[in-house]
């Protein structure tokens, strides 16, 4: 299950950061954090939360 309900999409991209975020669709950061641990990997990283409206958010996690 993957630790959550979510889908995981990967990236084609540098593990060494500078890529850019390509949203799912339209819409407004909604929260930001510059530091988490995740509870199922325990790894660190920043994270982005974008509000697309009718109740749909996307996260985007594992960031540089």
């Given at each position: ?20 975020i390509y ?5 407004v950061a909604?929260y ?6 995740c ?7 920043k994270?982005l939360?974008?509000?697309h409206?009718?109740g ?9």
């Amino acid at each position: 299950s993957g630790g959550h309900p979510g889908i995981d999409l990967a990236f084609n991209g540098s593990w060494y950061g500078g890529e850019p975020i390509y949203a799912v669709a339209d819409g407004v950061a909604y929260y930001y954090t510059e530091d988490y641990v995740c509870s199922f990997t325990g790894t660190r990283g920043k994270w982005l939360v974008i509000d697309h409206g009718l109740g749909l958010k996307s996260l985007y996690g594992h960031l540089k």
